[in-house]
């Protein structure tokens, strides 16, 4: 990098320094360059409360989003958002910043080399976009990296020619004067209507500035300008070319990744080194709404890291036989044996029959949670001890796998039941109003509460994997204290939106959660610091996986 | 897509009038893309002195992709698999539509001269090519005394 960074050629946008920066630094600093859709890593709930006036939630726009030649960038003040400890830096782009941030490169590139633009298009695809590489192989020896690559320093533009009596085409066989053929600087001749065939045929199997020469063994690449020359009369095909041209950019290098929801468009650029995500979770969240990981595609799994939630992953599809008579949605009151069904996202169960309150999870008095002393969250390695000669070793991690599968499972059912109930409450509500011509009752903090309560619970959920994989120390039970006090505030709020709003009640329920709402985004905000700080300090002791 | 059969033409024009050493070609009646093939084992090879059927097909999109070539008469050969399906880069990524059916035929010739185990259709006859080349070549001639000699 340094070589050609000191040249004045600062590279904004490949430069590690640049994603590095203080915590006081605004968030958008480096974007200039690249437009609108400069991306805004923030997860969901905190949009609501932090975001500045005139900053939407896809991240601020520029005045001015131009392209800049010289490399040089200023600071775009206008969002002051500061990153929190767990996210990471990234970028948006759609499509078309996808093109421009193509030819900005090549741009920045081409006085560099000192040849054409073609060619240093092409060279910079040969070599993965990597930079430094490309340079370093080009100042050693640069004929034999251009001839490598299938290139040549300054190739004649493209151009269809005719008038040859002795022209033959090698594919078809037809000969003569009339035929329009193309060569490349290797001379191989070949007909424009065949050339056209192969191009299109080459396209629609994704390729772009891949294809080469149609002679046998002859790796002369046919270029972008040839291409699009060739192509010029078929539209759908042309942009068909443009895309390859743009997806082999995004899948060539690993700073970048298609956002993995379905249909959407745009693409991410994360500069977390593969290196860092065993202790950084590097999750973005996409301008379509999708939150995922950078590192392993999967959903926001906050805060596991990648290596760990792929083992668990592969652990409950290889144990789903044993784990899905857990996730039975029924189970019997301990007191009274009657049949009690789980309807709502609330872990606080009551019978029906004998009103005896208890704990979905772990089926104990719930008079007892929610005080210092009582641990539903905490596997209790000492009771299995004691139990151990009497239970075989398998029994015993069996049980271990199931406390953290049951806790990890219901975190995931009851977010999803938290949706659910939040559309029945909506229709009731609406309904409500209607039939009894009762004032307008906004809702919008039921959904935020229930937007709160889904990101803790996809991140409750992901801590019991990290628990799972936690060896037992004094470290583990601080963790476990954490996790406890975000699981109980957490319980809570479900609780709240799960009572039932009348007209006379709403206003005090209102409150109640938004008051809870934020109380427990402070936690859930205290346990991700706590959990990233102690990953990076390696606090925590893992069975080696 | 009217110049493809004139290519087509034009080959088995000159496959006629100027065949290739030790490779018999006929159409297959009514279909000019369909061909009966005729090799000859290459001599100094364990397959000398057979004669090995192959049927050569021209898909639609020929020659823009690659003929689909197999052996009928049965091969122990490390690149060839008991279907008879060949392993040979230029039937695959590595075809050019300047190829003929022509320069097909001398490739598969060439592979039996020159068996590769190291990138092996049939594993077991690699493996056997790779541990006891003398055992495996044996055992090919003794297939193509046992297959390939009518
Ligand atoms: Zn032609
Ligand atoms: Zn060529
Ligand atoms: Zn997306
Ligand atoms: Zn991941
Ligand atoms: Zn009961
Ligand atoms: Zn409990």
Redesign the pocket.
Known sequence: MSGYNSDGFMDEDYDDDAFEYSEEEEEFGHNAIIGNSAGASQLNNESQTETQPGVSADGPFYENDLLDDTGDFEPVLGSIKKKKAWEVDYMIYDPEELRAKQVNIAARMEPLLGISKEATRLLLRHYFWKEENLIEDYLSDSERTLAKAGLTAYPPPPELKSGDENFSCAICYTDGADESYLALTCGHRFCSDCYRTYVTGKVLEGDSWRIHCPAPKCKVLLGITASRLLLAQDNTVMERYEENLTRSFVNDLDTFAWCPAPNCEYAIECHVPRTAWATTIPVVECKCGNSFCFGCKFDNHLPAPCYMVSRWLQKCKDDSETSNWIKVNTKE?V??K?TIEKNGGCNHMT?R??H?EFCWICMGPWSEHGQQFYNCNRFNEDSSKEARESISKTRQSLERYIHYFTRYNNHEQSAKLARKLLATTEKNMEQMQRELALSWIEVQFLRDAVDVLSVCRSTLKWTYVLAYYMVADNQKIIFEDNQSDLEMATEQLNGLVEDPIGQDTVDDIKRKIMDKSTYVKTRWETLLRDITTGLQENRWQFETL | MSMVPKRIMKEVERLNKDPVPGIEVDIVEGNIRYFNVIMAGPSQSPYEGGHFKLELFLPEEYPMSPPKVRFLTKMYHPNIDKLGRICLDILKDKWSPALQIRTVLLSIQALLSAPNPDDPLANDVAEQWKTNEKQAIQTAAAWTRKYASQ
Request: proline residues 0%.
């Open positions: 009151c007191k009274c009657s019978c029959d004998c005896y």
